[in-house]
């Protein structure tokens, strides 16, 4: 007599999202810090800061004789991959906007992800061992620079990456120094302790378009008001070596760059080993690896 085939349990979906009405916001689940203080650098107060505001800066992260040569592997990493790699995403009038997988691409860029003032705050953070779930290097280029809009990283990786809980930080590094003006990180602080659903159907290989101009997994005008009106926005503003943590369910976005000055960021997601990505809660298919390593 055979033995029946055991099924896999659908892993629940406690954050349903790009859905065809709207839901009212979910509290999340999990905790904001899973680590304690005598388990990396950062000190008690720092991490009651980042679980009350979802964000931290840390001066310093990397070494000022690394930010040059890390600067220039921009240009490099570009000049060695194929015409056309889905690695490299062009703004519309052809300037590069982000390279995806620089780590993999470059031994410099390996190396500060390696570093002891990130791998060790990650781990903190997310209570034990950590891998790279995407990594890219972010560029802004004067005058045709375009922002990001409003939006949780969380929403994206559930929906279209499998990831079930909101156990991932990012981590963005400036290569240049980031103005208030040169189309730097906005955040609403506090925001990530509440999941927000969005409306809309994932397209099929939706990340062909969104890595550009993101439409869909975005709240809506109404939300925003509300979530702005009781958190406020916070900006993120420093010289070069200096690192934005913050929690993966956080609403942030950026404005366009019209300035003449330029702004870079190496920008780093961790994932807990223990939040293993499944299929996605709400898009047809896997995305590729270069943004969701598995």
């Known amino acids: 007599m055979s033995t029946p085939a055991v099924v896999p349990s659908r892993v629940e979906d406690r954050y349903p999202t790009r859905l065809d ?3 009212a916001p979910i509290l999340r689940s999990e905790p904001v810090v899973w680590g304690r203080d005598i388990e990396g650098p950062l000190r008690s107060d720092e991490l009651a800061r980042f679980d009350e505001r979802g964000y931290l800066v840390r001066p310093d992260t990397l070494p000022g004789d690394s930010i040059g040569p890390l600067c220039g592997e921009t240009d490099r990493i570009a000049a060695a991959l194929e015409l056309g790699d889905p690695r490299i995403i062009r703004e519309p009038r052809g300037s590069i906007r982000s390279i995806f997988e620089p780590h993999l691409l470059s ?3 390996a190396q500060a ?3 002891e003032t990130v791998i060790s705050v990650a781990r903190q953070l997310l209570g034990g061992d950590v891998y790279v779930h995407q ?3 972010n560029v802004m280029p004067g005058f ?3 922002g990001f809009y409003w939006h949780s990283d969380f929403e994206t990786w559930h929906a279209e ?3 079930a809980d909101i156990r991932a930080v990012s981590c963005s590094i400036t290569l240049t120094r980031n103005y208030p003006y040169n ?9 990530h302790k509440t999941f927000y659903p969005c409306v809309g159907t994932t397209p099929d290989n939706n990340h062909n378009t969104s890595l550009i101009a993101q439409r869909v997994g975005t709240p809506d005008e109404t939300t925003l008001c509300k979530v702005v009106d009781r958190h406020g926005i916070d900006q993120f503003t420093g010289p070069a070596g200096t690192a934005l943590w913050f929690d993966a369910n956080l609403l942030h976005g950026s ?3 019209i300035t003449p000055l330029p702004r870079s960021n190496l920008f780093i997601v961790f994932n807990s080993v223990h939040n293993r990505l499944g299929e996605p809660f709400a898009a047809p298919r896997r995305r590729p690896r270069y943004l969701a390593a598995r």
């Open 113 to 115: 992800v390696g570093l």
């Open 107 to 109: 031994e410099l860029v």
């Open 255 to 257: 404005g366009s760059n």
């Open 144 to 146: 045709t620079g375009t």
């Open 183 to 191: 189309g730097s990180l906005m955040v609403i602080p506090g925001s």
């Open 21 to 23: 009405h709207a839901i």
């Open 135 to 137: 990594a890219r290097i």
């Open 161 to 163: 990456d499998g990831m």
